[in-house]
Nanobody, 124 residues
């Protein structure tokens, strides 16, 4: 079993930056691929970014390429999401997820564990 706890969300002005963290506990996190998803009000959860367990492979949604960076520190059992040049449309609850296996994945159905989410609100 893996428990995930997100942090780092908050209220920020457009153009600002945030760094979200996802701390894992329980089973050895380094053997899990990680992912970030977001859910905006009234919309379905959607893929943001994913990273393989080595960190060597990363994939992003087209809407965030060039602004978001996913990374991980397996020694700290933590996955990060650096968000730059924030836009009001980035406002959402951001969820981290862990997937059994080493390969990154963009489909939420492939993830086994989820955090409780952290709110990101971007004001114009």
């Amino acid at each position: 079993q893996v428990q995930l706890v997100e942090s780092g969300g908050g209220l920020v002005q457009a153009g600002g930056s945030l760094r979200l963290s996802c701390a894992a506990s329980g089973r050895t996190f380094s053997f899990y691929a990680g992912g970030w998803f977001l859910q905006a009000p009234g919309k379905e959860r959607e893929f943001v970014a994913t990273i393989s367990w080595t960190g060597g492979r990363t994939y992003y949604a087209d809407s965030v390429k060039g602004r978001f960076t996913i990374s991980r520190d397996n020694a700290k059992s933590t996955v990060y999401l650096q968000i730059n040049s924030l836009k009001p449309e980035d406002t959402a609850v951001y969820y981290c997820a862990a997937k059994t296996g080493v390969t990154a994945a963009m489909e939420s159905s492939q993830y086994d564990y989820w955090g409780q989410g952290t709110q990101v609100t971007v004001s114009s």
